[in-house]
Every structure is written in structure tokens, then in C-alpha cells.
């Protein structure tokens, strides 16, 4: 015993059915689908609300920057005098020799035998020139400490100009005039501040 399906009604009612479920189908898509094109819209609405927020807190913090930048023009004179100001300290300190170091070593060179008369540093241009009379017990005392001189950083081309017993002393002490130049050096150092 098998039943079959049979349908009194004619075959135009079925189709009107069939029609109308298929219509129920598809607004039932395009319900779906304007639910998510406006949940979308919302989430896309919300977002720009919020980037532009962020985008108007921006620009505020951008337009307190430009005012903090336009009080800082003040500063970027200063600096720009600092540099000036720093670079004729460093003009002005120039090459000058060692002097405190260059003397010193000098001092300490001189043997007992030798005492000095006069010390004469001149300045020819950008040139040193140093020149020492004295009086020493002999011409070896003169020619020791030529020697002694000869290993002092800082001086160069040294020459004795003349080494002669004095007449006018008794006790035969050599008279003598050395000269010598005294080589550029970094110049005066500058506070450590200003480096």
C-alpha cells in the first residue's frame, strides 16, 4: 500500500504558491541583507565619529605646538648668539704656545752653573721668538744646557748666538745669548661649559 500525494486544487493555485514563497524567500534575502549594509552603516558612522575625534584632538594638539614652537623663536635667537659668541672665543683663543708648561720646563732645564740675566719673548706675526741672556761658569755649562733645551716640547730652531768670557768679571764666567722659537700650541683652553 504506497499513498500517493494527490492536490485538488488546479495547477494555476499551485504555481500562484509557489510564487509566493519564492517572493517570501527573497524578501527574506533582501531583509538579511539590509540588516548588514545597516549594521555596516552604523559600525562605518560610529568609526568616522571616533577619527574624527582623533583627528580634531589632533589638530588642537597641533595648533598648541605651533604657538609652543612660536614661543621657542626666542630661544633660537639666543642659540644663534651662543654660536656666535663661541665661535669669536674660539677665534680669540688662537694658537698661542704653552706658555705656563713651556716656561716651566725651561725653568726646571737650567742647570746651577747658569744664572739668567733676561728672558725676551717677542712676537714677529704669528712667530715666537724667545731670546735668554746669563752668565754661566764655562762654555760646557752653556753647551749642557743647550742640550737640556733641545729635549723641551714645544720650542724649536735653538741657536747660541754668542758664548764669551766676560772681561768685566773676574771669575771667568761665560756670557752667552741663546734665542729660540717657540712653536704654535692649542691656545687657551676654554671653559669645559662652553665646549
Not at 729660540?180 to 687657551?188: H, S
Request: glycine residues 6%.
Amino acid at each position: 500500500m504506497s499513498m500517493y500525494s494527490v492536490s485538488l486544487l488546479p495547477s494555476e493555485y499551485r504555481a500562484i504558491h509557489q510564487n509566493v514563497k519564492k517572493k517570501d524567500i527573497r524578501l527574506l534575502i533582501a531583509m538579511g541583507i539590509m540588516s548588514i549594509l545597516t549594521v555596516a552603516y552604523l559600525v562605518l558612522t560610529f568609526t568616522m565619529l571616533n577619527l574624527d575625534k582623533e583627528y580634531q584632538a589632533l589638530q588642537d594638539e597641533n595648533v598648541d605646538l605651533l604657538i609652543e614652537i612660536e614661543q621657542l623663536k626666542g630661544l633660537e635667537q639666543l642659540n644663534y648668539q651662543m654660536e656666535s659668541l663661541l665661535a669669536k672665543a674660539v677665534a680669540a683663543k688662537g694658537s698661542v704656545p704653552q706658555w705656563d708648561e713651556i716656561l716651566v720646563q725651561i725653568g726646571n732645564s737650567v742647570p746651577e752653573t747658569v744664572g739668567l740675566e733676561s728672558v725676551d719673548i717677542q712676537q714677529i706675526e704669528s712667530i715666537h721668538k724667545c731670546v735668554i741672556e746669563g752668565k754661566a761658569t764655562d762654555h760646557t755649562a752653556v753647551s749642557q744646557w743647550l742640550k737640556a733645551l733641545e729635549g723641551i716640547e714645544g720650542i724649536e730652531d735653538i741657536k747660541c748666538s754668542f758664548s764669551a768670557v766676560d772681561d768685566q768679571d773676574t771669575g771667568s764666567a761665560s756670557k752667552f745669548k741663546i734665542s729660540f722659537t717657540l712653536l704654535k700650541g692649542p691656545g687657551y683652553k676654554l671653559p669645559l661649559e662652553v665646549k
